[in-house]
């Protein structure tokens, strides 16, 4: 199939048309990394339950349908293959948590972004001064930052606590991109992407996964820094690309494909296809920072790599199946 749009060309490499938009994106995205599941994903999907239970947090029917069919435990396993039993359930329970926070602050945030400021206050007390929670989510958090703070070191922890931070204060720059009547320009819109993709916070629990920390010079090595921001771009941008239609039909702005659709004033599925672009130069990129710097990395620090790494496969191979992005299986490829 070959569609011309403005000299931009959709194409799926096998020369075999593709009928869904899903089809569109397996047939075109560059996905050098196997897939991998952890072996402990259905203990982290029960432990999940009964952690999100125990803080009240789908007593709402609404918030457990959205974990059902969200899977995080999914998410999680995908993501990190290889750690133990019990870093996993963290991870899950984050994912989890970080899914609630963002679809409540996404509802809050579009009828005003000023009454976001209680919720995203609570956390960054919460996160930087340790101070009690006022409500169940944030009672969920400080409980969720103790247990990193028992499976980290205090630096590690204190990575994690500030790269959250970092997500929530993201949260309302995104309810006011959401709610401002100019349109939002794509580079801006990559920028405040990055800011709540919210996968910072799981650097530091990769680097819990080995036995020792990084040396400071290592952690802030300028290549390993850019491939933690490759990372995370490459793994959230692929989560975009399921989650476009999803996010048109609820008046979303912060997604990579519909901010090619905006700048370009294309169909769907030619946005996808930029977008797919995009993210196959971020991986080849990925790969190439990594394949140089990797001999001089200690073995902590590529499985800290690889750990980074291992979101951009674990969140393609979630949002080919996971039922929160459906749609993309019915909506047709043809622009």
Request: some cysteine; proline content about 7%.
């Amino acid at each position: 199939m070959s569609t011309t749009h403005e000299g931009i060309t959709i194409a799926a490499r096998s020369g075999i048309p593709a009928v869904n938009l899903r089809e569109l994106i397996d047939a075109n995205l560059y996905m050098p990394f196997p897939f991998q599941s952890n072996p402990h994903a259905s203990e982290a999907a029960a432990g999940v339950e009964k952690w999100l239970s125990a803080w009240g947090l789908t007593d709402d029917p609404a918030v457990a349908a959205m974990i059902s069919y969200t899977r995080p435990a999914e998410l999680a396993a995908y993501n990190s293959p290889t750690v133990d039993s019990g870093l996993l359930q963290i991870m899950a329970n984050q994912i989890a948590y970080q899914f609630i926070f963002d679809d409540r602050a996404e509802d809050v945030g579009l009828q005003r972004p000023g009454r976001l400021l209680p919720m995203l206050s609570e956390s960054v007390r919460i996160l930087r001064d340790g101070q009690p929670p006022d409500t169940p989510l944030g009672a969920a958090l400080a409980d969720l930052q103790r247990q990193v703070q028992e499976r980290c070191t205090p630096a590690q922890a204190a990575r994690w606590a500030w790269n959250s931070r970092e997500y929530v204060h993201g949260l309302l720059y995104e309810a006011v991109a959401q709610t401002h009547s100019v349109p939002l320009a794509s580079g801006l819109c990559r920028t405040i992407r990055s800011l709540i993709a919210g996968i910072e916070p799981f650097h530091p629990l990769c680097e819990a996964a080995h036995l020792h920390e990084l040396a400071p010079e290592e952690l802030r090595h300028p290549v390993v820094r850019r491939l933690g921001r490759l990372s995370v771009d490459a793994a959230v941008w692929i989560a975009d690309l399921f989650s476009a239609v999803k996010e048109q039909r609820a008046g979303g702005v912060i997604n990579l494909a519909l901010a090619y659709q905006r700048s370009h004033q294309c169909s769907l599925p030619v946005a996808v296809t930029l977008a797919i672009r995009r993210i196959n130069w971020t991986i080849s990129e990925f790969e190439e920072q990594y394949s140089e710097i990797r001999p001089e990395l200690s073995a902590a620090g590529v499985g800290y790599v690889e750990g980074m790494a291992g979101w951009i496969p674990g969140c393609y191979f979630w949002s080919r199946t996971v039922p929160r992005y459906a749609d993309t299986v019915v909506a047709s490829a043809m622009p």
